[in-house]
């Protein structure tokens, strides 16, 4: 009746997305070190990552809901596709003495085959 590994993150936001999957899914689930890495963001190998952590009686779906995932990955209809402009942001960075990245963000429409509309031939 404790808890068990399920698995192992070095990738905070792989962490959590899982975390958020098992969640909808109503397993409930800790993420160990989460603070601690938290406090020190660069220290993630050093204390062994981002351990999710299920109740023993849960694990069998845990691990259900995370194989379905990997078998069925979805782009939900859009991708982002981000232009820097590294002139701009040099220019910037010579004038004013720090680096500010200029970036534009465009959503594409995406099939269900992953290509966008843009890339078809």
Known sequence: MGL???ARFYERNEAFIVAGAL??????????NAE?????PFHEI???G??????????????AVID???????FEGERLSQR??????LIFMFLFGFF?????????????????????A
């Open 23 to 32: 969640g909808a899914a109503g397993v409930v689930v800790f993420i160990e």
């Open 100 to 120: 500010l990245p200029f970036r534009t963000s465009k959503w594409h429409d995406v099939d269900s085959d992953g290509v966008g509309a843009s890339e078809r």
């Open 4 to 6: 068990v590994l399920l």
């Open 84 to 89: 820097t402009f590294i002139a701009s942001s």
């Open 46 to 48: 050093a204390f062994g």
């Open 68 to 74: 379905e995932a990997r078998r069925h990955r979805s």
């Open 50 to 63: 981002f351990r999710l952590m299920v109740p023993e009686e849960d694990l069998l779906v845990a691990l």
């Open 36 to 40: 601690q890495v938290g406090l020190q």
